[in-house]
Structures are given as structure tokens and as C-alpha cells.
């Protein structure tokens, strides 16, 4: 029971905190937040798990297929994904 | 003449090799070998007893087949020397189709995102320890891996990134006082590659990176099943619920002069309770009757000064690492341990580092071993992405 009751209050703390993100965002914020450049989610995004790539590491092709399979495995939007490897493809 | 004869033989070389160029353009289905390794050198001592040796290394090699933009196929193998014998180890295999913008679909074998750890910071090359933590992996408390589907994907909140995960997979199994292992009667088996008992796990992760900067991650996750015993035997009917929930906060922070990573994870597992009947020696059999409750625990802290003006000191990384593993009181399988480790990694490329570790755990129980625990290494590692 303890282990439900620690689970519900984590749960609960999440959806409080997505609330508290949503109703503080203004609109310069999200617009900042939506055009930002690719080098610049390369930069935050992989250091989440690993050092950022470097471009020259693959060619173009293959920058597509770990594309697309970073997109699942590390759980990016598509937004986020499109960007990253448009960049990382016109850096290399 | 003869010059017409060189010219028009000319273009037919230059047709020839644009053809040829031609040739090469790329196709939309695409295969990729990538994945990672590591070998090195250990020196540990466990209750007195010194060990030294040459890790023979560990080979994983990733299969990527991109079918088109929305579809792949992602396999992964591990091959790796263990008391002298070669291991081949079938990590995962799925296929996994990108559905819309929000939602991705996956089947198969597939690392399970029960926390971090294991899906994603697990390999040789991105684990910034050569050992993980304690509660994961062999004898582990955290699930890595399932054989089932599983809905995933991530959107942009405001200024957050939400991402989520929810999966049906065979579940685990439990082990039992006439298995292989009857000393570790009541614990889960994760590898269930068949389903034992016709009663699936469910379990699913949320993750919020509530920042606009993506440098901090939460994320709570859970997996629970009603039946983890074999159908038809005493077992069946043995639920188990877990959670878990992750922290990661990774940004360059200039006042510092480099990258600051912190990753933590937490493991609660709640077994039924049910009392085992083993037998310690040959005709004298004990019950044993303990809550089957296990948590485990780890906090990890990097620093590498990128920002540094050498650039010798910038490829370096100090780590840290605390973590804790405590199963079931009274079982066979009692531990209740504490890890901690110290290292230094340096970078010799974006995927490619030297770790040296000490690493000392302490405290009770575990593996063939009763009473006391007392384990001191030092390890020299080398581990690279391919």
C-alpha cells in the first residue's frame, strides 16, 4: 500500500509541476523556446545521456537512420529530432 | 580522326563515371552497424580474497535497418568473455513504426524504460563507471529489458518537454525453491522471453523536462502484474508491483568552467508474500517466510572542465557514485549493501574514454556469499561507441 501511496504522490507532484509549467510560460517565452536553432537543442539534448556528436562522425545517410532512432530511444519530439539533425547534416 | 575517336571516347568514360556517381546515391532504406565496447584490467578483493585480471572485454554490436522515415528495426547482440568462456547475449530486437508526431509504436524485444539507467545510460561508452550500480543487472531489483509492445513519445508543453511511455510486455517470472536457483527463491526473473502464466506486466514512464533549457529531467515509472508464478503451480498468483522514479540535470554551467551531470534513480519492488520451502541440505528443508520487499538507490555526479584553456584538463572527468541495494530480510537472497566509487575519465574522443575507479562496497549478504561483505576494486577501463 505504501508503495501505491508513493507512487500516486510522485504522479501527483509531476502533474503539479506540468500545470505549474504551463500557467507560467508567457508567450515570448514559448515563442523563444520554439525558435530555438538545432545547434542549440544539439548542444542541450545529447550531454542528456552522451557528449554531443560530433557532425563529421557519419555521413548524411547515416545521420537519417540515427535520426530516426534517436527520436525513439531518447524519446525527442518531433520538432527537436527535425532540428538536431538538420543541423548536425549542414555542419558536416 | 583520331581526335574525334578520343573525344567521343572521353564522354563515355565521363558517362560512365557520373553513372557510376549515380550508383551511389543513397536509398531510402538504409543498415547500420553501430553499438560499443570496452576491455580493461581489474585488481578486487572481496572478503580478503584478491583477484586480479584482464577483463577479456565485451563486444555489443546495434543493428539499425531504416525501412523508410517512419519505420526501423533495431537489434542489438553482446558478446563477452566470462570465467574464460564466451557469453552471447540477445539484448533486444524490435520493430518500431513512428505512427504521428506524438506517438511511436514498438514490438518485440525492447529495453525497458523503467527509470533511466538501463534504456539509456547503461552502455560502456555513455556509463560514466565501468560497473552499474547496485539493484541492476545480475541480481538486480529494476527490470531492463521485455518482450511486448509498447506506445511511446514525446511533445512540447509551453516551454517543457513531456515525455511518456506505457507498455505491455510477458512480465517477469519468480524463482523457486525447485529452479536452478532455490537459494534465491522469491525473486523476479525479468528474462521471460515466453509468458509463464498467460498474464501480461504493464508498466509505463512519464518524464517531464520542465525547463526551457532541457538541462533537468523527473520521471516516475511503474510495472506491475498479477501472476508472476508458472501456471498451475503454488506460485501463480504472486503479484508484484514497482516503481520507480529518476532525476537527471546535465548543463554546462560556466561559473564552473565545464559540464555538471547529476543522475539519480530509485527502485522499489513489492513481491506477495508466500512462504518457500527449501531445502538447505540434502532431506533437512526450512520455511522461509519474509516480506519480499527490495529498493535500491543511486546518485552519480560528473564534472568535466570543457570550459578549461588546456586542453588536456578538458578531456578529463571526475566522477562520483552512491548507491544502495536491499532485498527481502530472512531470504535466501538477503542483502543489504552500499557502494561507493570515486573515478577519473579521460576523453579521447566524443565516444571513446579511459575510466580508472576504486570502488568499495560494504555490508551483508549477496551473491554466494553469507554474513559480512566487503568488496574493494580498481579498475582500469577502455570503452568505445562505434
Known amino acids: 500500500m505504501k508503495t501505491y501511496k508513493t507512487f500516486g504522490i510522485a504522479t501527483v507532484v509531476i502533474g503539479i509541476l506540468t500545470v505549474f509549467m504551463l500557467e507560467s510560460c508567457s508567450t515570448e517565452q514559448v515563442t523563444a523556446y520554439k525558435n530555438k536553432s538545432g545547434a542549440q537543442l544539439w548542444g542541450e539534448n545529447c550531454i542528456r545521456c552522451h557528449n554531443t556528436p560530433s557532425p563529421a562522425a557519419y555521413n548524411d545517410t547515416d545521420w537519417s537512420t540515427i535520426g530516426l532512432h534517436m527520436r525513439v530511444r531518447a524519446n525527442l519530439s518531433k520538432e527537436q529530432s527535425e532540428k538536431i539533425f538538420d543541423f548536425i547534416k549542414s555542419a558536416n | ?386
Do not use: C
Open chain 2, 1 to 386: 580522326m583520331k581526335k574525334l575517336i578520343l573525344v567521343i571516347f572521353l564522354g563515355l568514360i565521363g558517362f560512365g563515371v557520373k553513372a557510376q556517381v549515380n550508383d551511389f546515391k543513397s536509398s531510402k532504406t538504409q543498415f547500420m552497424i553501430r553499438g560499443y565496447g570496452h576491455m580493461g584490467y581489474e585488481n578486487v578483493t572481496i572478503n580478503g580474497d584478491k583477484e586480479t585480471t584482464y577483463n577479456g572485454g565485451t563486444f555489443a554490436p546495434i543493428f539499425l535497418f531504416k525501412h523508410s522515415d517512419r519505420l526501423m528495426v533495431e537489434a542489438e547482440l553482446e558478446f563477452q568473455i566470462n570465467e574464460g568462456s564466451l557469453e552471447v547475449g540477445f539484448e533486444y530486437a524490435n520493430i518500431m513504426y513512428i505512427l504521428n508526431d506524438y506517438m511511436t509504436i514498438r514490438g518485440g524485444k525492447f529495453l525497458l524504460p523503467f527509470g533511466t539507467f538501463m534504456e539509456r545510460l547503461h552502455p560502456s561508452w555513455v556509463n560514466r563507471m565501468p560497473t552499474k550500480p547496485l539493484g541492476f543487472g545480475h541480481d538486480g531489483i529494476a527490470p531492463s529489458s521485455g518482450v511486448g509492445v509498447e506506445l511511446r513519445g514525446a511533445f512540447r508543453v509551453g516551454t517543457s518537454t513531456i515525455n511518456y511511455s506505457v507498455y505491455n510486455t510477458n512480465g517477469p517470472g519468480i524463482k523457486t525453491p525447485d529452479g536452478v536457483e532455490p537459494g534465491e527463491a522469491g525473486m523476479l526473473a525479468f528474462n521471460n522471453l515466453i509468458d509463464n502464466n498467460n498474464s501480461r506486466a504493464f508498466g509505463g514512464r512519464l518524464g517531464i523536462l520542465p525547463f526551457a533549457n532541457n538541462s533537468t529531467e523527473f520521471g516516475v515509472s511503474f510495472y506491475t502484474t498479477d501472476k508472476a508464478g508458472d501456471t498451475g503451480s503454488i506460485y501463480e498468483n504472486l503479484g508484484a508491483n514497482l516503481f520507480a522514479l529518476d532525476f537527471s540535470f546535465v548543463k554546462q554551467l560556466a561559473g564552473l568552467g565545464g559540464i555538471v551531470d547529476v543522475k539519480s534513480q530509485y527502485n522499489k519492488s513489492k513481491v506477495d508474500n508466500m512462504i518457500y520451502t527449501v531445502e538447505e541440505t540434502p532431506g533437512e528443508f526450512e520455511n522461509l517466510n519474509f516480506d519480499n520487499n527490495s529498493n535500491s538507490f543511486y546518485a552519480q555526479l560528473s564534472y568535466r572542465p570543457t570550459m578549461s584553456g588546456s586542453e588536456f584538463i578538458s578531456k578529463l572527468e571526475f566522477v562520483t557514485r552512491y548507491s544502495t541495494l536491499r532485498t527481502p530480510e530472512g531470504a535466501g537472497w538477503e542483502v543489504n549493501k552500499k557502494e561507493y566509487s570515486f573515478g577519473l575519465n579521460y576523453w579521447i574522443s566524443w565516444r571513446s574514454l579511459i575510466k580508472l575507479n576504486y570502488q568499495s562496497i560494504t555490508g551483508e549478504g549477496g551473491h554466494d556469499t553469507l554474513g559480512d561483505f566487503d568488496q574493494k576494486g580498481l579498475y582500469l577501463h577502455w570503452a568505445i561507441g562505434l
